[in-house]
């Protein structure tokens, strides 16, 4: 069993920083990409940026402000939140692409979400 448990959300005032983590925990025998999504209230859940071996992405609402990294040794995705706007205000999510052992198809697995609130 493969589980994401994220941590680092929280209340900021607008124009400030916050740190969201994610570790993969349980069976993990390969870590394709790796996510963060948020749904802001009354919307869908969206992308906000990704992360495999060959690079990042980001949505454009976010593009120069946040930055994801991973670190693959602790099995580990970070989401750096700069310059934040009350428009970020939104549960995020984390999501990773896991293959649980060598002989299993890799499957998205996420996280429970943490609260982002970003004051005015």
């Known amino acids: 069993q493969v589980h994401l448990v994220e941590s680092g959300g929280g209340l900021v005032q607008a124009g400030g920083s916050l740190t969201l983590s994610c570790g993969a925990s349980?069976?993990?025998?390969?870590?394709?990409?790796m996510a963060w999504y948020r749904q802001r209230p009354g919307k869908s859940r969206e992308l906000v940026a990704g992360i495999t071996s060959a690079g990042t992405d980001y949505s454009d609402s976010v593009k120069g402000r946040f930055t994801i990294s991973r670190d693959n040794a602790k099995n580990t995705v970070y989401l750096q939140m700069n310059s934040l706007k009350p428009e970020d205000t939104a549960v995020y999510y984390c999501n990773a692409n896991i293959a649980p052992s060598r002989w299993e198809h890799p499957h998205d697995y996420w996280g429970q979400g943490t609260q982002v609130t970003v004051s005015s």
């Open positions: 349980g069976s993990i025998f390969s870590i394709n990409t």
